[in-house]
C-alpha cells in the first residue's frame, strides 16, 4: 500500500487478530494530517499492549 500504487487486498481470511495496520496506511495514502495518522499508531499501539481501547472522552 502506497501512494504510488494506491490500496491492494488479496481478500484472504486469515485466522486469529490481524497484525497489520492497513486502515492506518490507508489514512496515509488518503492523505489525512500526520497528527491523525499518529494518534491512530499510537491508538493501535496501546491496544497492542493492553488488548483494550483508551476511553475517550
Known sequence: MTKERGVT???C???GPSTTRNAIQL???LNYPEKVVEQ???EADYF???R???TVE
Open 13 to 15: 481470511l486469515r485466522e
Open 52 to 54: 483494550t481501547w483508551q
Open 48 to 50: 497492542d499492549e493492553h
Open 40 to 42: 491512530a499508531k499510537k
Open 9 to 11: 487486498f488479496d481478500y
Open 27 to 29: 489514512l496515509h495514502v
